[in-house]
């Protein structure tokens, strides 16, 4: 199985600018007095080298990873990284396309009225989620005046599928597993697994309170030996248990804790801050990384930031011991 991330920014898309690239150029050839950049092969080492804020971006898409490895496509959520992965996905034949919808709020569906393969006959597309009324949902967002073609108007095969939560299904061939969260209207959080390998995508969910620190905290055990977690960690510790308590994001600091104690082997911090700039966020990841270090002191986990454009392949031997190969 892979993860890959098309879109991974949280609440709306946070549009790259023009200050913040000339931002990347001064950095970028400030490192660079000490270099001798003779060849592109030595210019090509020298962006090798910089860091990830300055050589890259973690991107602007809202919420769509998709999850490799199944006998069809399979999705989380239709953010705008959605659009991104419909014009990578076009040129390919009729296919299926299952749609693992968290919830409904804007920034997890507003990806799907710009989704070419919802455009093309004979493409089947399934969105599955445990709110009630998801078609109500998606028809009202392409209704006039909010845009010019509704959902009726898509010429692919479309439709719902109503998912309870503590049931397991087999969709394209992997077993998921769906868990309520806790979020301003609900939301609902999915482990995909298949081969022994095991990817969970946990976003837009709060943790919060005494009942996080019990040891039959529901979601220890839903993320248990998992080997690829992507957990909404939008704030801050103080920001979460501060100003923005109760608005259904969790911390970096809970993501570690939960993900230590459930033995996960790789930790996504995704649903990124909106607010928060490219250097922020590298920021964000070393902070986290060094907590892990410091209060998990025997702790094999890693630690990644969701980006748009990551990539995560789990490779599986006869021992079912699977690896992660990364950044
Ligand atoms: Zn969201
Ligand atoms: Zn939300």
Same mark, same amino acid.
């Given at each position: 199985m892979e993860a890959y991330f098309w879109g991974t920014r949280g609440s709306l898309p946070a549009a790259f600018d023009g200050a913040q690239l000339s931002i990347k150029l001064h950095e970028a050839l400030r490192l660079s007095r000490t270099r001798q950049l003779n060849t592109d092969a030595d210019i090509n080492d020298f962006i090798a080298s910089l860091p990830f804020s300055v050589r890259n971006t973690y991107g602007v898409n809202t919420s769509c990873v998709e999850i490799r490895g199944g006998d069809d496509v399979i999705l989380c959520d239709a953010g705008t990284g959605l659009r991104s992965f419909g014009h990578h996905a076009s040129a390919s034949g009729p296919a299926t396309f299952h749609i693992f919808l968290s919830h409904p709020h804007w920034d997890h569906i507003q990806g799907f009225p710009f989704f070419i393969p919802a455009y093309i006959p004979g493409n089947n597309v399934v969105i599955y989620g445990g709110h009630p009324d998801i078609r109500g949902v998606f028809e009202a967002q392409q209704k006039s005046p909010f845009f010019p073609?509704?959902?009726?108007?898509? +010429?692919a095969s479309i439709r719902f599928e109503h998912l309870t939560p503590g049931n397991q299904y087999q969709i394209a061939g992997v077993r998921v597993d769906v868990i309520s969260q806790q979020h301003p209207g609900g939301s609902f959080g999915y482990r995909f697994s298949r081969n022994g390998c095991t990817i969970v995508y946990s976003t837009d969910s709060e943790h919060a309170? $005494? $009942?996080?620190?019990? $040891?039959? %905290? $529901?979601f220890i055990e839903f993320f248990r030996h998992a080997d690829i977690l992507i957990f909404? +960690?939008? %704030? +801050?510790l103080s920001d979460a248990m501060g100003p923005k308590e109760h608005w259904g994001h969790s911390s970096n600091v809970i993501a570690v804790e939960l993900a230590v104690a459930a033995s996960v082997r790789h930790l996504v911090l995704y649903h990124n801050e909106h607010t928060a700039t490219d250097v922020a966020l590298d920021k964000f990841l070393n902070d986290t990384r060094r907590y892990l270090s410091h209060f998990q002191p025997n702790s094999t986990m890693t630690i990644h930031l969701a980006y748009d454009g990551l990539k995560l392949p789990i490779s599986s031997n006869n021992t079912h011991h699977c690896r992660v190969n990364c950044r």
């Amino acid at each position: 199985m892979e993860a890959y991330f098309w879109g991974t920014r949280g609440s709306l898309p946070a549009a790259f600018d023009g200050a913040q690239l000339s931002i990347k150029l001064h950095e970028a050839l400030r490192l660079s007095r000490t270099r001798q950049l003779n060849t592109d092969a030595d210019i090509n080492d020298f962006i090798a080298s910089l860091p990830f804020s300055v050589r890259n971006t973690y991107g602007v898409n809202t919420s769509c990873v998709e999850i490799r490895g199944g006998d069809d496509v399979i999705l989380c959520d239709a953010g705008t990284g959605l659009r991104s992965f419909g014009h990578h996905a076009s040129a390919s034949g009729p296919a299926t396309f299952h749609i693992f919808l968290s919830h409904p709020h804007w920034d997890h569906i507003q990806g799907f009225p710009f989704f070419i393969p919802a455009y093309i006959p004979g493409n089947n597309v399934v969105i599955y989620g445990g709110h009630p009324d998801i078609r109500g949902v998606f028809e009202a967002q392409q209704k006039s005046p909010f845009f010019p073609v509704s959902l009726s108007d898509m +010429a692919a095969s479309i439709r719902f599928e109503h998912l309870t939560p503590g049931n397991q299904y087999q969709i394209a061939g992997v077993r998921v597993d769906v868990i309520s969260q806790q979020h301003p209207g609900g939301s609902f959080g999915y482990r995909f697994s298949r081969n022994g390998c095991t990817i969970v995508y946990s976003t837009d969910s709060e943790h919060a309170g $005494p $009942p996080v620190w019990k $040891p039959d %905290y $529901p979601f220890i055990e839903f993320f248990r030996h998992a080997d690829i977690l992507i957990f909404d +960690a939008q %704030y +801050a510790l103080s920001d979460a248990m501060g100003p923005k308590e109760h608005w259904g994001h969790s911390s970096n600091v809970i993501a570690v804790e939960l993900a230590v104690a459930a033995s996960v082997r790789h930790l996504v911090l995704y649903h990124n801050e909106h607010t928060a700039t490219d250097v922020a966020l590298d920021k964000f990841l070393n902070d986290t990384r060094r907590y892990l270090s410091h209060f998990q002191p025997n702790s094999t986990m890693t630690i990644h930031l969701a980006y748009d454009g990551l990539k995560l392949p789990i490779s599986s031997n006869n021992t079912h011991h699977c690896r992660v190969n990364c950044r």
